[in-house]
């Protein structure tokens, strides 16, 4: 078992053990970004809510969840020469309802700083709010 997995696995355990909505969403959101990583389609599906949406503020674009689904061949193909990192971010509030993430997306040609704003419901996905911070991760 992958390192990621052992920590996920050990995080919604003590999820569980705890009742600390903070590690639950850190465990959901460990679970979200490895399946998003792995662009595994079963899990990814598994975490958004049937009314999920997802916007894409640099964009102007706003997805259902069975469109963020069918955009996921575009998503594999970018995907596989990347690299990221995430962390919740500092000061923003996490709770059983919210968690605003700061992401690292490390590409060959260039990288970006994207806060993800999400919103929870029964433990599923129910809003992502996509923005870009900064062309760099040097203050990752």
């Given at each position: 078992m992958s390192a990621i997995r052992t920590l996920t696995a050990a995080m919604a355990l003590a999820a569980v053990l705890n009742g600390s909505p903070c590690v639950a969403q850190n465990s959901l959101l460990d679970r979200w970004y490895t399946a998003m990583f792995d662009v595994n389609r079963v899990a990814i599906d598994d975490l958004l809510a049937e009314d999920a949406v997802i916007q894409l503020e640099d964009l102007g674009l706003s997805q259902t969840k069975a469109e963020y689904m069918d955009a996921l061949d575009e998503w594999e193909d970018i995907v596989k020469t990347a690299?990221?990192?995430?962390?919740?971010?500092?000061?923003?509030?996490?709770?059983?309802?919210?968690?605003?993430?700061?992401?690292?997306?490390?590409?060959?040609?260039?990288?970006?700083?994207?806060?993800?704003?999400?919103?929870?419901?029964?433990?599923?996905?129910?809003?992502?709010?996509?923005?870009?911070?900064?062309?760099s991760c040097e203050d990752f």
């Open positions: 690299n990221f990192a995430w962390q919740i971010e500092e000061g923003a509030p996490a709770d059983e309802t919210n968690a605003t993430v700061l992401v690292c997306y490390q590409f060959p040609d260039n990288e970006l700083m994207i806060r993800e704003a999400f919103t929870f419901r029964d433990g599923k996905i129910i809003s992502s709010v996509h923005k870009t911070v900064s062309d």
